[in-house]
């Protein structure tokens, strides 16, 4: 479907790797690649392709490309779950002023829509490099409300984004300066979201879920 939309992926502006922890106990590793890209006659956004794997009885991993508007709207998505238990495959695409969410299961088809008035993004509780683009909505000064749509988990979501400044914290257990936004109310009820002075991702905190989610640093 993307390569459909005459997209062209520029340099790699970000990469990395993402420890999911619970506690102290690893859950997860996620890896991205964030890209800024063309679109013929339209206006440049963003690609982030990102993959977790989820280890265990039995391997779980999730897989998307998110491809999105300079200002962080989705323009369509492609997201796989690779379970054995529930294989499923998400494709979305926006048009009209409406993102159109496609679900194939093993055995099951479903369709719906989700209106993009207004400042929208798309979340997945279980992939999280997603969130700089909630971050990216934040504004100095006042709190901006944002749409989140889910499509696995089928919601839609209202959301509270603060921009809370450089603060003090830790990253992978050392001191570390980085850029706080909170990201309030749907399911998460909050979510710590951590940027660098450059906006790439470095931590996303989920207290409701005691979820801490740490970029790994360069070899």
């Known amino acids: 479907m993307i390569a459909l939309m005459l997209v062209v992926a520029l340099q790699v502006i970000d990469s990395g790797t993402f420890v999911v922890r619970q ?41 998307a490309t998110l491809l999105v508007a300079p200002d962080s709207t989705p323009w369509s998505l492609e997201f796989e779950a690779a379970d054995p238990r529930r294989p499923q495959r998400i494709l979305g695409q926006a048009s009209a002023q409406r993102f159109t969410v496609r679900t194939l299961g093993r055995r099951s088809e479903g369709a719906r829509e989700y209106s993009l008035v207004g400042p929208t993004v798309i979340l997945d509780d279980s992939l999280f490099a ?34 809370v400044g450089v603060v003090a914290t830790t990253l992978n257990r050392d001191p570390a300066s980085l850029h706080h936004v909170v990201v309030s109310g749907g399911a998460a009820q909050r979510v710590d979201v951590w940027l660098d002075t450059t906006g790439r991702l470095m931590k996303v905190d989920v207290p409701s879920r005691e979820l801490r989610i740490e970029r790994v640093p360069p070899a």
């Open 130 to 163: 997603f969130y700089v683009f909630a971050a990216w909505a934040a504004r100095p000064g006042r709190v901006v409300t944002t749409t989140a749509l889910l499509p696995r988990g089928e919601r839609r979501e209202t959301l509270s984004v603060e921009d």
């Open 23 to 63: 506690d102290s106990v690893e859950l997860a590793r996620e890896t991205f690649v964030l890209r800024p890209v063309e679109r013929a006659r339209s206006p440049g956004g963003w690609v982030l392709a990102t993959t977790t794997r989820y280890p265990g009885a039995p391997v779980v991993t999730l897989t």
